[in-house]
């Protein structure tokens, strides 16, 4: 399946989208491609709230092909059940999922899960899920200059969050081995402990986590995490962590002006993505931040 850019697809209800081939799905800056329910009108409470900022409007995308072969590049996903259900039931075969320049917002239950499958996700923001916002188990996993956040809890959702973090990193079950590598990368939610990492011997886990922000309440003092800020009480990550359609409020996972993810990220992996999601140049001042957005007023 091939997208070109500016296709906007629209489900009802708990319509999928399932590939057992390969998605090409690669839109622009100006045309990105789009991924959504179908409802255009306002679901009829005290402040009217459009349907398209509840989760659970349709179903996902699934991904099931063991030698898929998968590109999406500036794509929104938002306000279903599942965003991608990237999943290999084969033991001979690994496929290949790449996520650049993606957002991927508001899901009842997960944002993006990866099951037996290699990844790259970069300059993309993963932001709002009832449960996981990001689930890995099986494969290897990369991830630049991403803003991974949870703030789900708001009085348009059906359901309140559950105790799940915002970043899953599960070696149990799995059929293939495990490598996740998190680069100049925000990992920050409403809960206490945004990551967590599931495995029989959590030293020997194969990682390179650094430069990054992550919400955790202890700092964990494993060697795969290097040049990490981890989060402070009261800190300010974002410039909008709360939706009030009364005042006016949407999300807005830029950093704030008191960020502490402004200024960092590692300048030589930045190079490598010299400007975010939002066209932003995140070289120009000479102390790129952490995650898919550059601060910005």
Not at 45 to 52: A, E, G, W
Not at 111 to 138: E, F, R, W
Not at 241 to 260: A, G
Request: charged fraction near 20%; proline fraction near 5%.
């Amino acid at each position: 399946l091939t997208l070109a850019p500016g296709t906007r697809l629209f489900f009802h209800n708990n319509s999928n989208l399932i590939v057992y081939g390969h998605l090409k799905a690669e839109g622009t800056r100006s045309e990105p491609i789009l991924f959504r329910g179908d409802r255009m009108d306002k679901i009829g409470f005290v402040t009217p709230v459009p349907y398209n900022l509840v989760a659970g409007q349709w179903g996902g995308i699934y991904l099931l092909n063991p030698t898929g072969q998968h590109v999406l590049k500036h794509v929104t996903i938002n306000s279903g059940y599942v965003g991608i259900y990237y999943v290999n039931r084969s033991k001979l075969h690994k496929p290949m999922l790449e996520i650049s320049d993606c957002r991927i917002h508001n899901f009842l239950f997960y944002n993006l899960v990866a099951i037996n499958g290699d990844m790259t996700v970069s300059n993309s923001a993963i932001t709002n899920s009832g449960g996981y916002t990001v689930y890995l188990n099986g494969g290897k996993h990369t991830f630049y200059h991403c803003t991974i956040a949870n703030y789900f809890n708001n009085p348009t959702q059906s359901i309140a969050r559950d105790n799940a973090p915002a970043f899953m990193m599960m070696t149990l079950a799995r059929s293939y081995p495990m490598e996740t590598k998190v680069y100049n990368s925000v990992i920050a939610g409403s809960a206490q402990n945004e990551l967590s990492l599931a495995s029989r011997f959590d030293s020997q886990y194969k990682a390179d986590i650094a430069f990054s922000y992550i919400k955790r309440t202890k700092a964990l003092t494993l060697p795969q995490f290097r040049s990490i800020r981890w989060s402070a009480q009261k800190d300010t990550v974002f410039k909008g962590t709360v939706q009030n359609l009364e005042k006016e409020l949407l999300y807005n996972f830029m950093p704030d002006s008191v960020s502490p993810v402004r200024g960092l990220a590692d300048p030589e992996m930045a190079k490598r993505f010299p400007f975010d999601l939002n066209g932003r140049n995140r070289l120009a001042d000479g102390a790129p931040d952490d995650g898919a957005y550059e601060w910005g007023n």
